[in-house]
């Protein structure tokens, strides 16, 4: 289609009181009329319109960039079945032993994990934040004054935490550094954040991103929640020793591996890494105390997660972590101390 011109003419009236008027302005319109059709031609491109079926009309809003809700639609993301589900330990221990061999024999060695949880979402993240950065005695003494000025483990509810003052908090043996950590974690609950609901609900990346804001809890300590209140399989905690020392005992390795290199290491045990790294912990004990009878390690539920030994060491060489296991109730951690006592 070629271009089209627009020209604007203009049209004076003739006079009418003499014909020599009306010839002169005839001729003078005439000239003025072709000098100004001449100048004023504007060139401009049509518009092509296009009649869309509504199939293809469906589609062009559906297209990247077109529907402009698009970018705002949440991708389906399905949430893995927990590892507390009928058949998801069988599930785990069956792709462990066909992808790692070597893996098989220490899976081989030891009783298979259980996984249970008797504490709601808020509660194992206040618990941990209590916990962190203190030897388990002074841990639990703290953490069971804090349950009684809550009114018991049910009232460990954000309203009830946001209502404790840090004096009040201070006079327990909480400081004040973790009772702005409490305040932060029941703020974001009580502003509709998080939730319970929410948590479990969120995927894996998902939740770690908002977990992450919360003041005080960091990697490691959602790692730890991820494993043992909701259970999730595939969850690697590349900052904890214990797990990196037992990679290293399990693989022969002259070093410990690096965070870094722990994924690449661990890339066979998806997607259960979690059970991989359970079996590193007891890995990491037996070495460290021989006597301990695989019957009796094998027993012990995820609750024993960083009992023995090595965790230990892991307190005196990161003081900035905290014992795995003390992230699940301290009726657990009693019944599976190798002293009796936490």
């Not at 009181?17 to 072709?34: E, L």
């Not at 327990?172 to 954040?193: C, N, P, W």
């Not at 290491?265 to 359970?278: A, D, H, I, Q, T």
Request: hydrophobic content about 40%; charged content about 15%; glycine content about 6%.
């Amino acid at each position: 289609m070629g271009e089209e011109t627009l020209s604007h003419t203009l049209h004076f009236a003739p006079s009418s009181s003499s014909p020599a008027g009306t010839a002169a302005s005839s001729t003078d319109t005439s000239a003025a009329a072709a000098a100004t059709t001449t100048a004023s031609k504007i060139p401009f491109r049509p518009r092509k319109i296009r009649k869309l079926s509504s199939s293809a009309a469906s589609a062009a809003d559906d297209a990247p960039g077109k529907n402009p809700t698009s970018g705002n639609r949440l991708a389906v993301r399905v949430i893995p079945r927990p590892l507390s589900a009928d058949g998801e330990i069988a599930s785990a221990l069956r792709h462990l032993r066909a992808t790692d061999p070597i893996l098989a024999r220490v899976i081989d060695a030891h009783d298979s994990p259980t996984f249970q949880c008797l504490l709601t979402p808020f509660h194992s993240l206040a618990r941990s934040i209590l916990y962190q950065q203190l030897a388990i005695k002074a841990a639990a003494s703290i953490y069971a004054r804090f349950l009684a000025l809550c009114g018991g483990e049910a009232g460990v509810v954000p309203d009830v935490v946001l209502s404790l003052t840090p004096h009040q908090l201070r006079q327990i043996g909480v400081s004040e550094r973790k009772a702005s950590y409490l305040h932060d974690l029941a703020r974001k609950y009580h502003g509709g954040i998080l939730s319970d609901a929410t948590i479990v609900a969120m995927d894996d990346k998902s939740l770690f991103s908002m977990l992450t804001m919360v003041k005080g809890i960091g990697a490691w300590s959602v790692h730890m929640f991820m494993m043992f209140c909701l259970h999730r399989p595939d969850v690697l905690p590349v900052g904890d020793l214990g797990v990196r020392k037992g990679v290293q005992m399990l693989y022969g390795l002259d070093d410990v591996p690096r965070p870094s290199q722990m994924e690449q290491l661990c890339e066979r045990w998806k997607p259960y890494r979690s059970v991989g790294s359970w079996y590193m912990w007891r890995l990491v004990e037996a070495k460290s105390n021989p006597n301990l009878a695989s019957s009796s390690v094998g027993a012990l539920n995820i609750g024993s997660v960083g009992v023995g030994d090595a965790q230990q060491q892991q307190q005196q060489q990161q003081q900035q972590m905290i014992d795995s296991f003390q992230m699940l109730p301290q009726s657990w951690v009693k019944s599976i101390s190798p002293t009796g006592t936490a």
